[in-house]
């Protein structure tokens, strides 16, 4: 699933393209996209019509469009939905599920194969749609409370990846780039946070934000083309990773094989070595 730096490539590609444009139609070629908005397809294309998006903005992984007036699209890209600004008269993306006809006579197209993610109408949601006002800030933002964060993680007693991954406590941060940030601290993915030192929790506060911040340098992560920008093109920060998909490679510190575990139904990537697994009535 896309993560922080991910959803923040196509909110820029968004906010070049299609800020101050009005959309002149709008078709739903697929109703399970618009799942979430309760009224269906035709409302939703209705009141999209001859509204002109004021803004591109994110929290997490969310993304959303105020519209003038005060409203929003909200936007969730799930597994493998794809923003795509095209010229008229090119061809349709594979899975197309909405597409916005613009002013300037360009697209700009949902597609999503899987069609996990979607789009709603968000009434009074231009600032912040109230459908995901319990979503935490993310590190990257520059009201983002450090020191807040902190006292959270610490009142939890959890794993400290479980927390990472926590979109109430912080939000943007997914497997990949928390596996990277728990690598670079180091810590294990199941250290208790009641145990965390306040030196290791700034450490690895500041490696989520370092590795985000080089992921999103580089277009984010693609490991396949069901993450692209609206220009279609993918990111390369994969080819940096040093924990996340690595398994039996070795590691970059100190040469052991990197480990693979089964992990809340995915899998956590772990250095046996920098890493050591928390002995027992540390968890």
Not at 49 to 67: D, F, Q, S
Not at 161 to 170: G, V
Not at 214 to 243: H, I, K, M, P
């Amino acid at each position: 699933m896309p993560e922080l730096p991910e959803v923040e490539v196509v909110r820029m590609g968004l906010a070049e393209h299609v800020v101050g444009r009005r959309i002149e139609r709008v078709t739903v070629h697929h109703p399970r996209p618009v799942r979430r908005h309760e009224a269906g397809p035709q409302d939703f294309a209705d009141r999209l019509t001859g509204v002109t998006i004021a803004g591109a903005e994110r929290r997490g992984k969310y993304l959303w469009l105020p519209l003038e007036g005060g409203d929003a699209v909200l936007a969730h890209l799930g597994m493998s939905g794809q923003f795509l600004i095209l010229d008229a008269g090119a061809d349709d993306p594979r899975h197309l599920r909405i597409a916005f006809d613009l002013d300037d006579g360009r697209r700009l197209l949902f597609a999503d194969q899987r069609m996990f993610g979607g789009m709603s109408y968000s009434e009074g949601g231009a600032e912040l749609p109230p459908e995901i006002a319990h979503i935490a800030r993310d590190p990257l933002d520059a009201l983002f409370d450090p020191s807040e964060f902190r006292a959270r993680l610490k009142r939890r007693e959890t794993g400290v990846k479980r927390a990472l991954l926590d979109q109430t406590l912080i939000s943007g941060v997914g497997n990949i780039y928390a596996d990277e940030a728990l690598w670079r601290t180091p810590l294990h993915y199941a250290r208790n946070t009641r145990h965390l030192r306040t030196r290791e929790v700034d450490d690895l506060l500041h490696h989520v934000n370092a590795v985000m911040l080089e992921a999103l340098g580089q277009g984010g992560t693609s490991f396949d083309t069901l993450y692209v920008n609206v220009n279609g093109q993918s990111g390369y920060f994969d080819r940096s990773l040093a924990a996340y998909g690595q398994e039996g490679e070795p590691c970059p510190r100190c040469g052991t094989p990197i480990r693979r575990d089964a992990f809340m139904n995915r899998s956590s990537f772990t250095c046996p070595r920098c890493q050591p697994r928390p002995r027992h009535g540390k968890w």
